[in-house]
């Protein structure tokens, strides 16, 4: 059922770009929808209750002198992941039902989509690489032809950054499959030195501070489904990555220190950043910075409650992101523009649903309890306090302390884009108009979820439960 | 005195001999001097070769360089039709020296003394340096013979010099006896030691590496496009093949004097030819730099040839970065001979207004950059890089990984250049002879046999030693 749900979207893709010419956007983006929605729906049927360690096990021998196999299958850590990719996949088509679509943008969403999916489903080292990798030119794609501002710059940033990092990442699967035998996920043992070499890849990708600085351009950059898909998906592949490559590994306590930390100061940096933004869609991609700094952290510490924390602040953060590059894609067609000062004051008063859902996401965002931001922050904060064998009570104190003040600073960024946008005295203008239907059903399915996870965080920490006993040394 | 001759080894060179001699003979008793007359004594000749070289017993490793060495002249040939009716190039003279180049190259894989070694070497030097400046009226291609010459001789000048050294070490030119005799050598270490060096350099040149490196690129774009890609892919075969089975034969024991400079050097190699191909403009510059990046590539395993992938992760590589090339260069002469330039301005759009030859190249720069959806091209990669890892050479890997990266950035770029929006109808040869797609065959059946490698990588890894 996997290989279905993998190999429809990418030959859909494919098919959707080599015959642009031959269908309209509109039916095209309907096309990929569907498409989505029957992938969602497969890996939805796929679970088998968390007794099964590997769901829907797919194993065929694929390269024999390197042990690689195509190793297809869904973990409880992985398949929040892959519904949530699933679930963005679809409304990324959905978003793009409208006449000025271009049919080659549907395809190259399905590929990319795809191609993600098929990261959080390999259970094997090499294909889970040629997956994180496929992705990227479809991608430099999406940035350099839909995209405003500097965007080939900013996109052959994005690809050569993200590139460097797997890079590194090919190195450690290379020593770490050398030591465990094979390239099974399961058996790999990278020594030290394979795990800082990691951790750095994947630190770019996730990403992590000082690394980060491919992403505000590229976010901001990208058109909105690109930037939803950069955001939602592209950074879980990074804090996947980490939880599958160096969480389990003994040797993380070379790197633990390092990442906490890192992430901790993400927090706060990336709370600075965004208070001195004036775009919007530049300050919503640094404050995804924040978001993957308490993932970090939370990975850095190898507990049950971290790799939960982890989990449920990746999804979280990937819905949450997601609604908020929508909203700002929907004021950017309605204004033309992301500039706070130049979208103007008092949404409440002129685009009163679009602002209501835009605050509702950027308080998510914040860590309002009741919201889906919420659990991901707290768990992540109370496996620090908690501490662990592999990461220091004085580290992880420092990290908790650093983040408790850039949760004060995330905030004050907060409060005062809601000043700046929702609330004060409204100065309507002709461009001004209530959601459209897409953009109804877009964001209303993303307000539910946020809502749901909120209210119900058993849904996804329910099914880590386990990990703790497989992860354990 | 009596030479004793292995016809196991001999066999298929001389067919190749014979097929260079028939094709000057033909050329030059049959008035009208077409391509064909000349081409099919050729085809015949490395065909025949090729059998012969499958009804022996070569060992393994020679046997698969042999291989590669005989695929990649066919491919060149075949591929070389494209040239037909251009009036500066002679035909007969052409496919003797080709053929020429490639039995010394033959004779090279599987030489097992070091004086059979420097013969070969120069049977394979001296063809390929005529090929450089065979074009008539070209000042170029003549002023890049002379480079190639010059750095030619001067390598193999301090090989000799190696050689004789080792010579009065060993007593023996026999990689079997050197070995012994290296084990307890009387000559003090740094003797020994400049003489592995010394020798070692000649093949380094041939191969392209640093510091050895400069005549490449100027060769490649002084030459015809077919002799670049028999330059990149054939000569560096010999030169890889020859060099491992010497150090990994004759020299093992003096494995500390030479492996850490072979690392570096390889080291330096990839860094500088990436470094290099970042600032190329035209498409030919771009992957005579890139070879030179990619010898580097070929040459780290072997810091670690003691260990069980030490020699076939090279030649696995090899196999398939020579057939990635070989489309890449083809398809690049097709691309000149229609639309008279390969510069990459000029290239933009190509897999959108001429996908049958846009889409190959685009594949090929992607299995050299081992990018996916090429598998076979990052398998190969995997593969250079584990032997490196499982020798305890952490930092060579490092670097070859970060030179995975800088290759992306130029492959990548030449693949997006391919599938960028074209600017405006580009100028194409109105009426391209039938010669011409001959060649293009070739380049589909070798894109082909890249994407079943792509799709099935066990293909190529369990049949090549």
Request: hydrophobic fraction near 55%; charged fraction near 10%; glycine fraction near 10%.
């Amino acid at each position: 059922m996997i290989v279905v749900a993998l190999v429809v979207p990418l030959v859909v893709g494919f098919v959707l770009i080599i015959a642009r010419s031959h269908v309209t956007g509109r039916r095209a983006a309907w096309i990929g929808a569907a498409t989505m929605s029957v992938t969602l729906a497969l890996y939805a049927s796929v679970w088998e209750g968390r007794e099964q360690n590997i769901s829907g096990d797919v194993d065929v021998a694929w390269v024999e002198p390197l042990a690689a196999r195509l190793h297809l299958g869904v973990t409880a850590v992985s398949w929040p992941f892959v519904l949530m990719t699933a679930f963005i996949g679809v409304l990324c088509c959905l978003w793009l039902v409208a006449d000025d679509t271009s049919p080659a943008l549907v395809g190259l969403v399905l590929v990319v989509s795809a191609s993600s999916l098929g990261v959080f489903s390999s259970r094997d080292a090499l294909l889970l690489f040629v997956f994180f990798e496929l992705a990227l030119v479809p991608m430099w794609f999406v940035i350099a032809y839909w995209g405003s501002g500097d965007r080939r710059r900013a996109a052959t940033r994005f690809l050569l950054f993200t590139v460097a990092g797997s890079a590194l990442l090919l190195v450690g699967i290379v020593i770490g499959a050398l030591r465990g035998g094979t390239l099974d996920l399961a058996d790999l043992r990278p020594t030290a030195i394979a795990v800082v070499l990691m951790t750095l890849g994947l630190a770019v990708k996730t990403p992590v501070v000082p690394l980060h600085t491919w992403l505000p351009d590229a976010h901001s950059s990208a058109p909105t489904v690109g930037s939803v898909l950069l955001a939602a998906v592209f950074l879980k592949l990074g804090t996947y990555g980490l939880l599958v490559f160096v969480g389990p590994s003994d040797d993380i306590e070379v790197v633990a220190p390092y990442l906490a930390v890192a992430g901790a100061i993400g927090i706060v940096w990336s709370a600075l950043a965004c208070y001195a933004q004036d775009d919007l869609k530049r300050l919503i991609a640094y404050s995804s910075i924040g978001h993957m700094g308490f993932v970090g952290l939370a990975i850095s510490t190898r507990s049950e409650v971290g790799v939960a924390a982890a989990v449920f602040g990746s999804v979280a953060h990937g819905v949450i992101t997601a609604l908020l590059f929508f909203v700002a894609g929907s004021l950017k067609d309605r204004y033309g523009t992301t500039s706070l000062a130049g979208i103007g004051r008092g949404l409440y008063g002129r685009t009163p649903w679009l602002a209501v859902v835009f605050v509702v996401a950027i308080v998510a965002s914040m860590g309002l309890p009741g919201l889906a931001g919420f659990w991901g922050e707290l768990l992540a904060l109370r496996a620090a306090y908690d501490g662990s064998i592999v990461l220091p009570s004085s580290v992880s104190w420092t990290a908790v302390g650093i983040a408790l003040l850039g949760i004060a600073l995330t905030t004050a960024y907060v409060v005062r884009a809601i000043r700046l946008l929702a609330q004060g005295e409204p100065a309507p203008r002709e461009t001004d108009r209530g959601l459209g239907r897409r953009e109804i059903v877009v964001m209303g399915s993303l307000v539910v979820v946020i809502g749901v996870l909120g209210l119900w965080p058993g849904l996804i920490l329910d099914l880590l439960e386990p990990v703790y006993v497989v992860a354990a040394p | 005195m009596s030479i004793p001759i292995d016809w196991t080894v001999a066999g298929p060179a001389t067919f190749a001999m014979i097929g260079a001699l028939v094709a000057l003979l033909v050329d030059a008793f049959y008035p009208r001097r077409t391509w064909l007359g000349s081409g099919i004594p050729a085809t015949v000749g490395l065909l025949a070769a090729t059998v012969e070289l499958a009804r022996g017993d070569l060992p393994s490793y020679p046997f698969a360089f042999s291989l590669i060495v005989l695929m990649g002249s066919l491919f060149v040939v075949v591929a070389s039709t494209i040239k037909n009716f251009e009036n500066a190039m002679p035909p007969g003279e052409y496919h003797f020296l080709l053929m020429a180049a490639c039995a010394g190259a033959l004779l090279m894989v599987s030489a097992s003394d070091l004086v059979t070694l420097i013969v070969a070497l120069e049977l394979l030097s001296l063809p390929s340096i005529a090929l450089v400046g065979l074009r008539q009226g070209d000042t170029a291609a003549v002023r890049s013979a002379w480079t190639f010459f010059l750095a030619s001789v001067t390598s193999t000048a301090i090989t000799l010099m190696g050689i004789s050294l080792l010579y009065g070490i060993a007593g023996s030119l026999d990689y079997g006896q050197l070995r012994e005799a290296l084990v307890d050598a009387d000559a003090p270490d740094g003797v020994v030691a400049v003489a592995v060096v010394l020798t070692v350099i000649g093949l380094v040149f041939k191969l392209g590496a640093v510091p050895f490196h400069l005549w490449v690129p100027d060769t490649y774009l002084g030459a015809s496009i077919l002799v670049a890609a028999f330059l990149s892919t054939v000569s560096k075969a010999a030169s890889l093949g020859a060099l491992l089975t010497v150090l990994a034969v004759a020299l093992p024991t003096a494995q500390a004097s030479w492996e850490p400079v072979v690392g570096v050097v390889a080291a330096v190699t990839m860094t500088v030819g990436n470094i290099g191909a970042l600032r190329q403009s035209d498409a030919v510059g771009l992957l005579a730099w890139s070879s030179i990046a990619q010898a580097g590539f070929l040459l780290a395993p072997a810091v670690a040839l003691s260990t069980p992938y030490g020699l076939s992760a090279p030649t696995q590589y090899l196999a398939v970065y020579a057939l990635a090339n070989l489309v890449a260069f083809a398809a690049l002469a097709v691309v000149l001979r229609l639309r008279g330039s390969t510069r990459l301005d000029d290239l933009r759009g190509m897999a959108r207004n001429d996908p049958w030859m846009g889409i190959p190249l685009a594949f090929a720069a992607l299995v050299l950059a081992g990018f996916p959806p090429a598998v076979i091209g990052l398998v190969t990669k995997y593969l250079v890089i584990r032997p490196v890892v499982d020798g305890d050479h952490v930092w060579l890997a490092v670097i070859m990984g970060v030179n995975v990266m800088l290759g992306l950035a130029y492959y990548v770029r030449l693949v997006v250049t391919l599938c960028d929006r074209p600017e405006g109808e580009p100028y194409v040869s109105p009426s391209p002879p039938v010669s011409v797609r001959i060649t293009k065959s070739t380049v589909l059946l070798g894109t082909a046999a890249l994407l079943a490698l792509s799709v099935w990588p066990d293909l190529l890894l369990t049949h090549l030693p």
